[in-house]
């Protein structure tokens, strides 16, 4: 079993358009992921549209791709990825009144071929990003460099207004490096 991720931040809307694209120009299938009130997963069709599934079936914290069809029958997370395996994952962090977390493009998969695949989509992908920052301790102020950071453009226009950048967990802000 091999493993990629990419933690980065990434607006919503961002991701959503990244992976729409992705599944039209690959002939990818897609899945989305609800975890609250309840577990639910959907497929959206071949060529379907990404963005009103999302508003219909929402709040979705989880896209998932994929060259097979999906099995939504799961009754968890954990389960849905087991009974669909080779699923290139984008997990979404909505913008909230604390700021944007950080998000993480990640797979795990049998196939080394098929993650090739995928490593070599997000590379083509983060050409267009923005790379570095520190992250912060806001209790000590101390000071991490992380160069190997990337944020979308929409997660660097929000940082640019004030919006903090925050760690995927724990209380670590982000501060990019291009906006020092």
């Not at 219909?56 to 999906?70: D, N, Q, S």
């Amino acid at each position: 079993m091999t493993h990629f991720a990419l933690p980065l931040h990434a607006t919503v809307g961002e991701l959503v358009a990244l992976a729409s694209g992705w599944a039209a120009k690959h002939d990818l299938y897609i899945a989305i992921e609800r975890f609250f009130p309840t577990y639910a997963a959907a497929a959206v069709p071949l060529a379907g549209d990404l963005a009103t599934a999302i508003a219909t079936h929402g709040p979705v914290r989880r896209i998932g791709l994929r060259r097979g069809v999906f099995d939504v029958g799961a009754i968890n997370a954990m389960q849905h990825l087991t009974r669909n395996p080779e699923t290139f994952v984008m997990v979404l962090e909505p913008l909230t009144d604390d700021g944007l977390r950080a998000t993480a493009l990640t797979s795990r998969m049998g196939d080394e071929d098929a993650l090739r695949w995928w490593v070599a989509r997000v590379r083509e992908a983060i050409g267009d990003m923005h790379q570095g920052a520190s992250a912060i301790d806001p209790d000590t102020g101390a000071r991490m460099p992380v160069p190997g950071h990337y944020h979308t453009q929409g997660a660097h226009d929000l940082a640019a207004t004030g919006v903090p950048m925050l760690a995927a967990a724990g209380n670590a802000v982000f501060a990019f490096d291009d906006l020092s």
